[in-house]
Antibody, heavy 116, light 109 residues
Framework: EVHLLESGGGLVQPGGSLRLSCAIS????????MSWVRQAPGKGLEWVSG????????YYADSVKGRFTISRDKSKNTLYLQMTSLRAEDTAVYYC?????????WGQGTLVTVSS | QAVVTQEPSLTVSPGGTVTLTCGSS?????????PYWFQQKPGQAPRTLIY???NKQSWTPARFSGSLLGGKAALTLSGAQPEDEADYYC?????????FGGGTKLTVL
């Protein structure tokens, strides 16, 4: 059974940094592209960033480009999202997700709150 | 970055049929946008209903179907059930990046 477990969320001041982790079990992270998706309280889904299966291509939403970095540690089978220059509008539940054709796996999400 | 537009809310009667649509600010939606449809219920993570325009997941009820319709991606629900009340999101692929629509809140009433 596949499990994705996010961690690293919390309260951070505007302008601060945070690194989210997504530990993957039951699935090899290099087998598929992976994404980070966020959802602000009471709002819709926003795709944030993606990493190709080979780990050589990264993609970002315009809203986070230049501030967030997606990466993967194959040895730990873990996906990361390094977030810098955080803003109030980055406050959201962040989901780690694998969705590619018949693959569909999501974590439970980790809450990031950006506030002074 | 492209903007993907969905109906904010729709209501369908039990047993009725409803079509949700997703348009792209870049123009006509094609199979090259690999349209996805996700269902999200309160307090739960989303899950894929439809991928690549019209392909169903193993858990997708037969009453859901995906298509391209009038330059948009469409999700049709035929024979709505109370458990179909949820938020529905489409997702398009744009040369590596993805963009979600704003979501449609579907009420079965």
């Amino acid at each position: 059974e596949v499990h994705l477990l996010e961690s690293g969320g919390g309260l951070v001041q505007p302008g601060g940094s945070l690194r989210l982790s997504c530990a993957i079990s039951g699935f090899t992270s290099s087998s598929s592209a992976m994404s980070w998706v966020r959802q602000a309280p009471g709002k819709g889904l926003e795709w944030v960033s993606g990493l190709s299966s080979g780990g050589d291509r990264t993609y970002y939403a315009d809203s986070v480009k230049g501030r967030f970095t997606i990466s993967r540690d194959k040895s730990k089978n873990t996906l990361y999202l390094q977030m810098t220059s955080l803003r109030a509008e980055d406050t959201a539940v962040y989901y780690c997700a694998i969705f590619f054709r018949e693959l569909d796996f999501w974590g439970q999400g980790t809450l990031v709150t950006v506030s002074s | 970055q492209a903007v993907v537009t969905q109906e904010p809310s729709l209501t369908v009667s039990p047993g009725g049929t409803v079509t949700l649509t997703c348009g792209s600010s870049t123009g006509t939606v094609t199979s090259g946008h690999y349209p996805y449809w996700f269902q999200q219920k309160p307090g739960q993570a989303p899950r894929t209903l439809i991928y690549d325009t019209n392909n169903k997941q193993s858990w997708t009820p037969a009453r859901f179907s995906g298509s391209l319709l009038g330059g948009k991606a469409a999700l049709t629900l035929s024979g709505a059930q109370p458990e179909d009340e949820a938020d529905y999101y489409c997702l398009f692929y744009y040369s590596g990046a993805r963009v979600f629509g704003g979501g449609t809140k579907l009420t079965v009433l």
